[in-house]
C-alpha cells in the first residue's frame, strides 16, 4: 500500500511538472510569435490624475537620496503629485536625508513611523491614511525610476477596468557578480515573456508591489493590507481580480532596481517570497475557483499562478520519495518516469521558469554573451528548491500555529550614486 | 547610430530608429519550414530506434575497453537483452557489497558534510548541491547500516537501468530540442547540427559516466548506487543540452541583433 502511495506521487509530480512545462512552453510561444498587447502609452491625458507616490523604507540610507532624485526629476506635473517616503523605525540616517529633501522639495511629504509594529504593510496602511491621490503608486526604496514612469503609470488608471498596474523591473547591478547576471536572466524570463504574455492573452498579471501602482479606493473596499501577509502585492492582485477588476501589464515601463549580491540576501528574499505567496494561495485558491468575474482560463491560470511556489515543495518530495522508491526495489518504475520527470523538471532552471523561456526572454532583449550562462541556473535551481521548499513549509506552519509573521528587509548593496 | 559626433546630442540623427525590447518579436515561421523540421525530428527517432542496437553496443564495447584497464577483461559481461522490442547490450561486472566499516566511515563523512556545510562559508548554492547529495548518500549509508541484506539490485539491474534510462534520453533529445530550437529563426541545417552533435557528445559522454559508475560499485561497492543515480545521472545530460542551447541562442542573438528583416513590432 505504501508503494502504491508512493508510485501514484511520482506519477502526479511528473503531472504537475509536465503542466508547467506546457504553461511556459505557450508563454515563450505568445511572446516570441503572438501579437503583443500594447500598454497605453499612446493615450497623451491632458487631464493627468492627482498621484500620491508611496516609498517605504527602512534604514535605506544607501539609496533613499537616489530615488529621492529620481523621482524629483520624474517629468510629472509637480503639482500633480505627492512623494511620501515612509521612513519606517528607521535607526541610521534615512529620516534627516527625508527631511532635508522635504525642506528642498514641497511635493515631498515624509511620514516617519516611530511607534507600533514595522512592516512594508503597515507602512503603506498608515501612509494610505495621509494620502490625497486617488491613485497610489508604490516603489520600493532601492529602484531607480526613469523621469516617464510616473506618467506611463498613471495613464493606465483611465481603463475603468484597470485596479492596478505594474511595470518591468530591471535589475542595475548585474554585472557584479553571478548572482546577479543569474537573477538578471531570471527577471528577464519572469517580465519579458511571463508577465507580458499574461497580459497578452488576457490570464492574470501580478502587481509586484513595485513600480506599480493601485486605486486606493479599491484598496479601502479590500480593507487594506493585511499584515499577517507579507506579499501583499500577490494578495492584492488577487483580490482585485476575484473582485472583477484587472492588472495592467506595461511592458515599455521599465524601473531599475539593485538585486541581491549575495547568496545569503537572495536565500532570504526567496524564502520570504514562497512563504508569502503561499498564504496567499492558502486564502485565495478557492475565492480564485468560485469568483464570477473570473473566465475560465483566468481562473485556471490563477491556480497555477497561486501554487507556482507550492511546485518546489512538491518537486522536492517527489524527489524524497523517488530515493525510497529506490530502496524499495522499484527502480523500473523510476527508470519509465525519471527520465521524463528530469527533462521536465531540468527545463525549470531558473526561479521556476523553464531555460528556454529565459532564452528567448534574453534573445528578445537582445543579451549576448549573457544566454550563455543558462547551464548555470542548475545551481539556482537547487538553490530555489531548497528556499522556496522552505518557505511553503514556513506557511504552513503559519496557518498551523497561527504565529504572527515578521517583515524582514532585504539588504542594500548600494556603493555610490548611480 | 550618431552620423557626426561633433553635433551636440539633440542633433545627432539615428540612421535607423530599432524597435525598442519592450514589443519586439518575430515572425510566425511558415508552415514550410515546419515540415521539413518535424520530418527531420521523425526521420532521426526513426533512426535512433533503427541503430539503437549498434549505438548501444558502441557504448558498451568502448565502456568495457575502458573498464578492462581496472577490472579483467573477463570480469566485464556484455549480455544482451531487450528494450522496446530492440535488443540492447548492457555490462554486468561483479558487484562488491560494503563492509560495515566502510558503511560506518561512509555515515560518518556524510554526517561531517552535513554538519560542516552549514558552518562554512562556502556559496549557497555549492553548499545546497552538496547537501542535497548529502542526503541522498546519507539514506543509502543508513540502509546499509541497518538492512544491508535488503539491498534489492544486482549490479546487472543497475546497468541495465542505466542503459535503459539513457536510450530514453537519447529519443528524447530531438523532441527537447524540437520544442526549443524550432521558434528560433535560423536555418534548419544549423538547428539539424546542434541535435546531432548533442545525440554524438550524449554517446561519447555515456562511455565515460557508464565506465565510471560500474567502475565505482565495483572497486568501492553498493554504497554509492543510489548517489550516482539521482546526483550524477540524466541531470548532467540535461546541464549539456541547456549549455549547447544556450550557446547557439548566443550566437544567434549576436547575429540578428541589428537585422531588422528579422524583428517584428506588435503584430
Known amino acids: 500500500m505504501v508503494v502504491l502511495i508512493l508510485k501514484i506521487y511520482i506519477v502526479f509530480v511528473a503531472f504537475v511538472m509536465v503542466i508547467y512545462f506546457t504553461r511556459h512552453f505557450i508563454f515563450s510561444l505568445n511572446r516570441i510569435y503572438g501579437e503583443q498587447r500594447f500598454y497605453y502609452q499612446d493615450i497623451f491625458d491632458s487631464n493627468l490624475p492627482f498621484l500620491s507616490v508611496l516609498i ?52 515631498v511629504k515624509p511620514l516617519h513611523r516611530k511607534t507600533g509594529d514595522r512592516g512594508k504593510q503597515l507602512a503603506l496602511n498608515d501612509a494610505i491614511r495621509v494620502t490625497t491621490g486617488e491613485i497610489l503608486l508604490v516603489f520600493d526604496a532601492d529602484y531607480l525610476p526613469p523621469r516617464g514612469v510616473l506618467r506611463d503609470l498613471a495613464v493606465c488608471f483611465n481603463d ?17 557578480n553571478l548572482l546577479t547576471r543569474i537573477l538578471d536572466l531570471e527577471r528577464s524570463g519572469g517580465y519579458q515573456v511571463d508577465q507580458q504574455a499574461r497580459h497578452n492573452l488576457l490570464l492574470i498579471a501580478q502587481y509586484g508591489g513595485t513600480v506599480g501602482g493601485f486605486r486606493k479606493t479599491l484598496l ?14 500577490t494578495e492584492l492582485t488577487f483580490k482585485l481580480y476575484v473582485n472583477g477588476w484587472k492588472v495592467a501589464y506595461a511592458n515599455r515601463v521599465e524601473c531599475y532596481e539593485e538585486v541581491p549580491e549575495t547568496w545569503v540576501t537572495r536565500a532570504r528574499q526567496i524564502r520570504r517570497w514562497a512563504r508569502g505567496h503561499t498564504q496567499v494561495m492558502f486564502r485565495y485558491f478557492i475565492p480564485v475557483l468560485r469568483s464570477p468575474f473570473l473566465t475560465l482560463r483566468e481562473k485556471m491560470d490563477g491556480v497555477l499562478l497561486l501554487s507556482v511556489y507550492t511546485v518546489p515543495a512538491i518537486l522536492f518530495l517527489g524527489i ?25 523538471t531540468c527545463n525549470t532552471f531558473g526561479n521556476f521558469a523553464p531555460f528556454y523561456q529565459i532564452g528567448i526572454a534574453s534573445f528578445l532583449d537582445g543579451s549576448q554573451e549573457r544566454i550563455r550562462l543558462l547551464p548555470f541556473l542548475i545551481f539556482n535551481f537547487l538553490f530555489s528548491l531548497w528556499y522556496t521548499t522552505q518557505g511553503f513549509f514556513d506557511a504552513v506552519f503559519d496557518v498551523i500555529s497561527a504565529r504572527q509573521v515578521k517583515w524582514h528587509k532585504t539588504k542594500r548593496f548600494r556603493r555610490s550614486t548611480t | 547610430m550618431a552620423k557626426k559626433h561633433s553635433q551636440s546630442p539633440d542633433e545627432m540623427l539615428k540612421e535607423i530608429v530599432y524597435y525598442h525590447r519592450s514589443y519586439r518579436k518575430i515572425p510566425v515561421p511558415a508552415k514550410r519550414h515546419l515540415i521539413p523540421f518535424l520530418f527531420f525530428i521523425v526521420i532521426l527517432e526513426i533512426l535512433l530506434y533503427h541503430f539503437l542496437p549498434d549505438l548501444n553496443y558502441l557504448v558498451n564495447r568502448y565502456a568495457r575497453e575502458i573498464l578492462a584497464r581496472s577490472i579483467p577483461f573477463e570480469g566485464v559481461d556484455l549480455i544482451w537483452t531487450e528494450f522496446l522490442w530492440r535488443p ?7 558487484g562488491t557489497y560494503p563492509t560495515r566499516w566502510v558503511t560506518m566511515i561512509n555515515l560518518f563523512v556524510v554526517l561531517l558534510i552535513l554538519f560542516i556545510i552549514p558552518q562554512t562559508r562556502t556559496p549557497k548554492p555549492i553548499a545546497v548541491a552538496l547537501m542535497l547529495m548529502s542526503l541522498v548518500h546519507l539514506v543509502s549509508a543508513l540502509f546499509f547500516l541497518i538492512v544491508p541484506d535488503r539491498f534489492p539490485y544486482r549490479v546487472i539491474d543497475f546497468s541495465t537501468t542505466y542503459v535503459v534510462m539513457v536510450t530514453v534520453f537519447w529519443f528524447l533529445i530531438p523532441v527537447v530540442y524540437g ?11 544549423s538547428k539539424v547540427g546542434i541535435i546531432l552533435f548533442s545525440i554524438a557528445f550524449s554517446l561519447a559522454f555515456n562511455i565515460f559516466r557508464y565506465s565510471m559508475f560500474l567502475y565505482v560499485i565495483n572497486v568501492h561497492s553498493f554504497i554509492f548506487m543510489a548517489i550516482l543515480f539521482f546526483c550524477f545521472g540524466i541531470l548532467l545530460d540535461m546541464i ?16 540578428l541583433r541589428d537585422n531588422m528583416g528579422v524583428w517584428q513590432w506588435l503584430y
Request: net charge negative; proline share 8%.
Open chain 1, 56 to 107: 517605504p523604507m527602512h534604514n535605506e540610507e544607501k539609496v533613499a537620496a537616489h530615488i529621492l532624485d529620481a523621482l524629483a526629476d520624474a517629468d510629472y506635473p509637480k503639482d500633480r503629485f505627492e512623494l511620501i517616503p515612509i521612513n519606517d523605525h528607521s535607526d541610521d540616517q534615512t529620516g534627516n536625508i527625508l527631511d532635508e529633501y522635504a525642506a528642498r522639495y514641497p511635493f
Open chain 1, 160 to 176: 475603468p477596468e484597470v485596479g492596478a498596474a505594474m511595470g518591468r523591473v530591471v535589475p542595475v547591478n548585474t554585472s557584479r
Open chain 1, 220 to 233: 479601502h473596499a479590500c480593507g487594506g493590507f493585511d499584515p499577517r501577509v507579507i506579499t501583499e502585492d
Open chain 1, 320 to 344: 524524497a520519495d523517488s530515493v525510497a522508491l529506490f530502496f524499495l526495489g522499484e527502480i523500473n518504475l523510476l527508470t519509465g518516469v525519471l527520465p521524463i520527470l528530469l527533462t521536465v
Open chain 2, 88 to 94: 540492447i547490450a548492457v555490462l554486468n561486472v561483479p
Open chain 2, 179 to 189: 520544442f526549443t530550437l524550432y521558434p528560433l529563426p535560423s536555418s534548419l541545417f
Open chain 2, 240 to 255: 549539456f543540452i541547456v549549455g549547447f542551447y544556450s550557446f547557439y541562442l548566443s550566437i544567434l542573438s549576436e547575429k
